[in-house]
């Protein structure tokens, strides 16, 4: 059975920073890329991140490029979202999901397991 875990978010002032950790389990995780979504009520579930399989491959979303920054460590079975110079707009729950593939990809449906969401909340 494939988990995957959210943990790291929070409450920030405007211009502060957070990471974001994601830990999966259940299958053989250096072989997956990751990913890193959003919601805020309301709106669609939104494209922040992902990460190929080796790491080599990172995307970003326009809305976060020169801020956020995708990495991951397939020792310890983890993805991270560094966040700086947040941004009142980033307020939202912020889920990590594994890709079918090791190939990354904006798009939810390409993505099979998900995690429950870590709120992040920033103040302005």
């Known amino acids: 059975q494939v988990q995957v875990i959210e943990s790291g978010g929070g409450l920030v002032q405007a211009g502060g920073s957070l990471r974001l950790s994601c830990a999966a389990s259940g299958r053989t995780f250096g072989i997956y890329a990751m990913g890193w979504f959003r919601q805020v009520p309301g709106k669609e579930r939104e494209f922040v991140a992902a990460?190929?399989?080796?790491?080599?491959?990172?995307r970003h979303a326009d809305s976060v490029k020169g801020r956020f920054t995708v990495s991951r460590d397939n020792a310890k079975n983890t993805v991270y979202l560094q966040m700086n110079s947040l941004k009142p707009e980033d307020t939202a729950v912020y889920y990590c999901a594994q890709g079918r593939t090791g190939l990354t990809s904006t798009r939810v449906h390409e993505y099979e397991y998900w995690g429950q969401g870590t709120q992040v909340t920033v103040s302005s």
């Open positions: 990460i190929s399989w080796s790491g080599t491959t990172t």
